[in-house]
Nanobody, 124 residues
Framework: QVQLVESGGGLVQAGGSLRLSCAASGRTFSRNAMGWFRQAPGKEREYVAAISWSGGITYYADFVRGRFTISRDNAKNTVYLQMNSLKPEDTAVYYC?????????????????WGQGTQVIVSS
């Protein structure tokens, strides 16, 4: 059974940092792009960041560029999202996803495995 399990969410003050992890099991995703998405209450799920299979290509949504960093450790089958300078508007459930190809994409349709999400709350 393929599973993606996120961890590392929590409550943090504005300006603080969190590091999210996404551990995959059931199969290796070392040849797949991986992505992070988020969904705030009352809003649609939105793309946050994506990384190619090798880690050599990364993409970021404009609203996190310069503050968030996506990375991966294929030996551990794990993807990370380092979040710095957090803002209250970053409050959301964060989901990791495994892409259908090695090339990172920004659309949810380009990902076919999803984790259950981890809650991030940023207080002002």
């Amino acid at each position: 059974q393929v599973q993606l399990v996120e961890s590392g969410g929590g409550l943090v003050q504005a300006g603080g940092s969190l590091r999210l992890s996404c551990a995959a099991s059931g199969r290796t995703f070392s040849r797949n792009a991986m992505g992070w998405f988020r969904q705030a209450p009352g809003k649609e799920r939105e793309y946050v960041a994506a990384i190619s299979w090798s880690g050599g290509i990364t993409y970021y949504a404009d609203f996190v560029r310069g503050r968030f960093t996506i990375s991966r450790d294929n030996a551990k089958n794990t993807v990370y999202l380092q979040m710095n300078s957090l803002k209250p508007e970053d409050t959301a459930v964060y989901y990791c996803a495994a892409g259908t190809t090695a090339v990172p994409g920004t659309g949810a349709y380009q990902y076919d495995y999803w984790g259950q999400g981890t809650q991030v709350i940023v207080s002002s």
